[in-house]
């Protein structure tokens, strides 16, 4: 299969060749469907949002700039349709799932203790401000430059910094909060 950028696909559905969609969707939907799920923290509602975005990708493609970056286009359209489906559906956000992190073959001691750090993280994050769990995954988990995030969140570098800095305070808080150490 040839191998095209996010813009290349773009201006083929821009042009009317709505069936290039698929590739984009392939590259995107996994980390799309966990970017939603971290907003909503709702397995379902994420699966149909992510769908809903890749409507909205041939709906408004001709709103698409190549300057401003794909992804970003892309989050930025997530994000909206998250927000409107919170409008429509006033829920309790659910836990938010984190992905155990281990390595080849650990001893059984220590993946308990990654299990429950993992859960403690999981229970820290849950607690964090709807925002800045947002700016954590992008930057952390989505592994998303700072001024890709900008352009999502629509604000400036610094104010991403500022805010990833105060997210990645914060959670620290909550995790030694929920795992009942002393923050040293």
Known sequence: MEQKTDSEWMSLIQAGDTAQLAHLFERHHVALFRYLYQLTGNRALSEDLTQEVFLRVLKYAATYNPSHGFRAWLYGMARNASYDARRKVRGE???????????????????????????????????????????????????????????????????????VFRALKELRERFFEVSGRQIA
């Not at 849950?126 to 430059?145: G, N």
């Open 93 to 163: 956000v659910a836990d938010i799932e984190v992905g155990e992190f281990r390595s080849s073959e650990p001893m059984a001691e220590q993946r308990i203790t990654e299990r429950q750090n993992n859960e403690m993280l999981r229970t820290a994050l849950s607690r964090l401000p709807a925002d800045k769990r947002e700016v954590l995954e992008l930057s952390r988990f989505q592994e998303m430059r700072y001024d890709e995030i900008a352009s999502i969140l629509q604000c400036e570098v610094g104010t991403v910094k500022v805010r």
